[in-house]
């Protein structure tokens, strides 16, 4: 389990690094800077698709869904973009 977990925050941390890169990009396209914001929104907003107060539950979805946001948003960079970032991710 708590291997699982490390990956997890690898992978993510991996993920939130190369989005950081491609929002810094100067081609980067307006609908990154917005899908971003909708899932900062979502990550500090008080309002979840499951309630925070229910033990588990509540936090499990905020560590799918925000990975899942975050993968789906780099999966839809344009080539260019996704090339160079995923080299920045990479050198640092």
């Known amino acids: ?10 992978l993510v941390r ?9 929002l ?6 307006g609908w990154l800077k917005w899908g971003t914001a909708a899932i900062a929104l979502y990550l500090f ?3 979840d698709l499951i309630p925070d ?6 936090i499990a979805d905020d560590l799918v869904l925000v990975p899942l946001a975050i993968r789906f948003l780099l ?3 344009p080539p260019g973009i996704a ?10």
């Open 83 to 92: 090339a160079a970032t995923s080299a920045k991710r990479s050198a640092s």
């Open 1 to 10: 389990m708590f291997k699982r977990l490390t990956l997890l925050w690898v």
């Open 75 to 77: 999966k839809r960079l």
């Open 45 to 47: 907003s008080p309002i």
């Open 24 to 29: 810094r990009h100067p081609q980067a396209p």
């Open 53 to 58: 107060m229910l033990p588990i539950i509540g």
């Open 14 to 22: 991996g993920d939130a690094r190369q989005l950081w890169f491609a």
